[in-house]
């Protein structure tokens, strides 16, 4: 029996337990739907924990930045009141 394509992603071909008839590829398409949504939540929920990871990281460094600057100019205060006395 002779292969007639059906479209670019399947063929028409006879069922085995039938007598010649054409057997249609199925396409599921709400298992592809659901898959979609799933890398969907996936992708979204990654950017949004990678978003948290780098403000807190950002929220850090300038704690310690900010944290070192205000003791070096207490200290620079005292060590200049100490001098004055």
Request: glycine share 8%; charged share 25%; no cysteine.
């Amino acid at each position: 029996m002779e292969r007639r394509p059906l479209h670019a992603h399947g063929y028409l071909e006879p069922h085995p337990l039938s007598s010649g008839a054409m057997r249609i590829p199925v396409v599921h398409h709400a298992a592809l739907r659901r898959r979609a949504v799933r890398h969907r939540f996936v992708r979204s929920g990654g950017e949004l924990l990678v978003t948290v990871g780098v403000v807190l990281i950002l929220l850090v460094v300038h704690q310690l930045w900010w944290t070192n600057r205000d003791a070096r100019q207490g200290a620079e205060r005292k060590v200049q009141a100490l001098e004055r006395e």
